[in-house]
């Protein structure tokens, strides 16, 4: 009797594992849900598209247009103080902007909110890429604009020398995925 129910018990585990392996390679290799749609009337541009002459506020509170930074190969990293993600990759960011000056790559920091707690969380944790302040209310969303129809933070936009968007990539990257998303964009 001892042996029957050793087995049910294997059986049953053998059973309840392969329905968790089923079920993690079900959620695994489920396909990303579709993107949302963008806000009423606010078209979400895509790779290929030009990108916006957007004009925002930087850290002193200087209008800065994006057509400043023509010319070079531009990543637009959307970001906010609230965001851990977002705070975890903003050293790297820093490095890599000096690591790949000398190529024509700048690093441009947007933040999506309020300017005084961006601002005070660049007190505590300084970097040297310019950043821009998109507070909410003051217009479309930029992110949004940019391609981010999902909300999500760290949104990163790869920008042309030409103008022209060359990637988009929602979350937050570590050196690794970051080199291999810039890598192919290098050569000028």
């Given at each position: 009797?001892?042996?029957?129910?050793?087995?049910?018990?294997?059986?049953?585990?053998?059973?309840?594992?392969?329905?968790?392996?089923?079920l993690?390679l079900?959620?695994?290799?489920?396909?990303?849900?579709?993107a949302?749609?963008?806000?009423a009337g606010?078209?979400?541009?895509?790779?290929?598209?030009?990108?916006?002459?957007?004009?925002?506020?930087?850290?002193?509170g200087?209008?800065?247009q994006?057509s400043d930074w023509?010319g070079?190969?531009v990543?637009?990293?959307?970001?906010?103080?609230?965001?851990g993600?977002?705070?975890?990759e903003m050293?790297?960011?820093?490095?890599?902007?000096s690591?790949?000056a000398?190529?024509?790559?700048e690093?441009i920091?947007?933040a999506?909110?309020?300017a005084?707690?961006?601002?005070a969380?660049?007190?505590?944790?300084?970097?040297?890429?310019p950043?821009?302040?998109?507070a909410?209310?003051?217009?479309p969303d930029?992110?949004?604009?940019?391609?981010?129809?999902?909300?999500v933070?760290?949104?990163?936009?790869?920008?042309?020398?030409?103008?022209?968007?060359?990637?988009?990539r929602?979350?937050?990257m570590?050196?690794?995925?970051f080199?291999?998303?810039?890598a192919p964009?290098?050569a000028?």
């Open positions: 009797m001892a042996v029957l129910d050793r087995n049910h018990v294997l059986i049953v585990a053998l059973a309840l594992a392969s329905a968790g392996a089923g993690a079900s959620v695994w290799l489920r396909p990303a849900a579709p949302a749609p963008a806000a606010v078209e979400a541009l895509a790779v290929g598209d030009r990108r916006l002459d957007a004009t925002l506020p930087d850290r002193d200087h209008r800065r994006l023509d070079k190969l990543v637009l990293n959307f970001w906010a103080s609230w965001c993600p977002c705070r975890e050293p790297m960011l820093d490095a890599a902007r690591r790949h000398a190529a024509g790559v690093i920091g947007v999506a909110e309020e005084e707690p961006a601002l969380f660049l007190r505590e944790h300084p970097v040297a890429y950043i821009l302040i998109d909410p209310g003051t217009g930029l992110s949004l604009r940019f391609g981010n129809t999902r909300s933070l760290p949104f990163n936009v790869l920008i042309g020398r030409d103008g022209r968007v060359l990637a988009q929602m979350g937050n570590n050196e690794v995925a080199e291999a998303w810039l964009h290098l000028p």
